[in-house]
């Protein structure tokens, strides 16, 4: 067993979708040891709308489908899943490309605001060209629902008990939809946390769930993107497990949408619109 799968608790007869096999040599004081230990995979995924390659993002492998949905979605290049149809994922020598076709009037308005991304470990926004390409400002996101603090820390539990890759890893980020009671719903890890989003709302909107219907969980911090990327997606309620941006936060007071940051089972911030929590404020 690795040090690694030892320490998460895993079983290391074969990788956990997402990771692979490596030797590491670890050493501890004086100790030293060669184990089999499972390791995150990354690789390039590139989006091509149109025939026209728009995206290259560097993400763990699977869900891709769902990837390139809420990618569609988180970025406003689409209004709706309707808009857009995945017609391929093919796996090539350089990584993994996905076809899409956008009604072409999108795919005009996509060439006017068109950008060279490479991100990194699904950095949306890293390489765009102009100002107004990198700094979208959503629309209002509608009244949704409240929640109380029993439902926020029910799914802080099943967000941790069910990151499996991470559980494997340790490297990457995770993403979930609860349910008005904490249930999970929808999870899904990738070694970016724009990526892990951008699957859950891909996810959600192919299985015609309400994003005023539930809230949102997500490991990593609260950046400027996460928050732009729950607002589009309509969704009410996004709580980060770390802190938030001074931006995300500018921009969840516009777009109507509760953060809330340092989210554990002890307690929590919240930085607008509080009357979605049921304890931390009234509607």
């Known amino acids: 067993m690795s ?22 040599v ?23 709308y149109n025939d026209a390659p728009f995206a290259v993002m560097m993400a763990t492998p699977g869900d891709f489908v769902d990837f390139a949905t809420g990618f569609s979605l988180s970025e406003g290049i689409v209004d709706s899943v309707d808009e857009v149809a995945v017609e391929s994922v093919a796996q090539l020598v350089e990584g993994w490309e996905v076809r899409l076709r956008i009604p072409e009037a999108r795919a005009a308005a996509l060439e006017r605001r068109r950008r060279s991304l490479s991100g ?34 029910a799914a802080l539990h099943g967000l941790k008990a069910g990151q499996q890759l ?19 719903v929808l999870l899904r890890e990738d070694v970016g946390r724009h990526n892990a989003l951008d699957k859950l709302v891909g996810a959600m909107a192919r299985a015609g769930i309400d ?17 732009m990327k729950a607002a589009s997606a309509g969704i009410g309620l996004l709580a980060a497990v770390s802190a938030p941006t001074a931006l995300a936060i500018t921009l969840a007071e516009r777009a109507n949408l509760t953060l809330v940051g340092f989210a554990r089972e002890d307690g929590y911030a919240v930085y607008s619109h509080p009357w979605r929590l049921g304890e931390a404020g009234s509607p």
């Open 120 to 153: 990194r470990s699904g950095c949306g926004i890293c390489g765009s060209e102009l100002l107004e390409a990198a700094m979208r400002w959503p629309q209002p996101v509608g009244a949704g629902i409240a929640i109380t603090d029993a439902a926020l820390h």
């Open 26 to 48: 670890r050493r501890r004081g004086a100790a030293t040891r060669m184990l089999d230990d499972a390791v995150a995979e990354e690789v390039p995924v590139a989006f091509v």
């Open 3 to 24: 040090e690694s799968s030892s320490r998460h608790g895993e079983d290391t007869a074969s990788a956990v979708p997402g990771s692979t096999r490596r030797t590491v």
């Open 166 to 184: 991470a559980g494997a890893t340790g490297a990457t980020h995770a993403a979930t939809w609860a349910d008005a009671h904490g249930t999970i």
């Open 211 to 227: 994003p005023q219907s539930g809230f949102a969980v997500a490991t990593s911090r609260a950046s400027y993107e996460m928050a």
